[in-house]
């Protein structure tokens, strides 16, 4: 399962790519407003620092100028993917940029008929959105493990994004139910990697090398340096 940040602040993005592990991006028009007045600049530069997919958000729901909007946001860069709301004027959008061999991903998607519509409609991804049902006590899981299992045996190859993501667990849930991607904001990304024992076990070894460096003789360079 790819990793993704849910933002559009450049220096986020920047340390998720410096750990190695961040497989892309997906922004939206509110992320982008916190971050930047300027749109087309902070799209371009996010995309020059991800290698991986960046979801670039469309605005209104007239078909044919999502189509028209698709058509600019798919050539930006290589790695831009337009994000289409899952409406009927979205998926008549969907399928005519997909057809053109553009990569859509279905966004705000709170329902199994909703995945299968995109996945018909060609969508590249699917994105079902965990934790705003989990805010009006709907199982938002649940929904992602539908969407998984329907894909699974459908043989659909629209990729699922979980996307939402309120806390570590949905991530490992997320992987479990299979999904191909989770998206999530940098707070959930950072808490990935902690945990108090790591914390505890690498000071006691960091105290344990101090005191016991002068005593081992000829070292590397870089560990003279720790």
């Known amino acids: 399962m790819k990793l993704f940040l849910d933002t559009a602040s450049l220096e986020e993005i920047r340390e998720g790519v410096r750990w190695g592990v961040l497989g892309g991006v997906t922004t939206n028009p509110t992320l982008i407003g916190k971050e930047s007045s300027d749109f087309l600049p902070r799209v371009k530069e996010i995309c020059s620092i991800v290698d991986g997919d960046v979801s670039i958000e469309t605005v209104g729901d007239d078909t044919d100028n999502l189509i028209r909007q698709g058509r600019e946001i798919a050539q930006i860069a290589d790695n831009a993917v337009v994000k289409v709301a899952t409406t009927p004027n979205g998926l008549g959008a969907t399928r005519a940029l997909t057809d053109e061999g553009i990569k859509v991903n279905m966004t705000l998607n709170f329902s199994a008929t909703q995945a299968i519509l995109t996945a018909e409609a060609g969508a590249y991804i699917v994105s079902p959105f965990l ?46 139910m299979g999904a191909d991607i989770a998206t999530m904001p940098f707070k959930v990304f950072e808490s990935l990697v902690k945990h108090p024992l790591t914390d505890a076990g690498f000071k006691r070894f960091s105290d344990d090398w101090k005191e016991a460096m002068p005593h081992l003789g000829e070292l590397l360079p870089s560990m003279q340096e720790a």
């Open 131 to 176: 934790g705003r049902l989990d805010d009006i006590a709907t199982d938002g899981l649940r929904l992602l493990s539908d969407i998984c299992e329907i894909y699974a045996v459908q043989g659909y190859t629209t990729k699922v994004l979980a996307a939402s993501l309120r806390h570590p667990l949905h991530v490992v849930e997320a992987a479990r």
